[in-house]
């Protein structure tokens, strides 16, 4: 028998037993009463889930397992710091904590890059999970510091009351970076390499879960990873274009959080974008498409003469970098005006420069956007890589941080479970 007739053999076997089911009663069972009223499941309250942290374990041994490359030494694993671009890179391992039952676990240190995970977790299937980007330098003075980590902290909070997951508390998520970065020291870029330790501090719902619903648990783990430039050339400036025919939030959705999904509908847009010469994306507002948003992973800043803009809309993240060159800019340093405000994409032919800004790329500096055929051109970086150049000297240490963004990370013993 031909492959070909054996497949019209199946195809009339699979006809002939659909027809059979289809003429085959519902259900044998006899009829009984159907109760018609429906119950609801309890609606969730408007917080995130409620949460106890428990009070810290008495001091054990060092649940962290030995690391390949020695606890003290900053940059011990010797990489090749410049070059390290923005990619995983496999270090000594990473903190995990799970919350259970309405507590969140004393914390736990994993050597291995992987998870195991139950295969109906909410934040495979419905995107139930929120995650954060943080840095932490080692700094002039010899010293590891964490840049601005309560901000991140803050908004895991705002992400997770949103996704109705559990509250990380702010003491914990801090703990936790602190505890990544001091077990990862040798993996920590040395001073004067432009380098710095990237987090990724995450909390996402797992557990048999198959109606659409808050996971029965979660974790909250923090990664660290060394890096070097987002973009290849740091601040050099690049070509963007506007992606008038996508949108990154919706209008009432969750833009204005770091959801997860968020980032996977922006895969496609970025891209094509890059295969069509575009370094990134611009966003504008998923309403009216008049005002500008943000590129995929930074927020938009407009320089025109003394004047620092940044767009102010419900469906951007509020990102922690904008907030701290926001202070820069206005502070006497500089004292340059700041404007948080909508932004009409007709604007975009009035800035003398514009730049982007975020955890991992700092600045990006922006060469041209194309919107709608037009190509708005930005010859200049000069304010703003003068404001670079400052925001980077405070996070290594060699320039004054009147703000209090850099806290000292504490040895290992002091923050591991
Ligand atoms: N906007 C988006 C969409 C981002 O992904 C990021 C990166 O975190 C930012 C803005 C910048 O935020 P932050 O400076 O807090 O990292
Ligand atoms: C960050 O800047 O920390 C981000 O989260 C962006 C990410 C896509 C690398």
Redesign the pocket.
Known sequence: MSVFSMRIRWRSLLDAARRRSAAAPRTAAPRRTIKTTRTLPPRPTRRALATTLPSRPARRALSTTPPEHGLAEVGGAALDWPRLGFDFQKTNGFVKFTWKDGVWDAGEWEPEPYLKLHVMSSAIHYGQGVYE?AKAHHCADGSVRLWNIQ?NAK?MLEGSERMMMPEVPPEMFVRACEWCVAANRAYVPPYGTGGAMYLRPYIFGHGPQLGLSAAPQFHFCVLAMPVSSYYAGGLQPIDVLVAHEAD?AAPNGVGHV?ASG??GSDIRVSIDARADGYATVLYLDPKEKKYIE??????FIGIKDNTYVTPDSPT??R????DMLMELAASDAFGMTVERRPVAAEELGEFSEVAG????VVMMGVKSITHKGTVHQYPSIERAEALYDHYRAIQFGEAEDPFGWGTACPPLADVAA
């Open positions: 980007g901000a908004r990154r770091k968020n980032y943000e590129f995929s992973v930074a927020n951007i993240l990102s922690s970098t904008n800004c975020g955890t991992a």
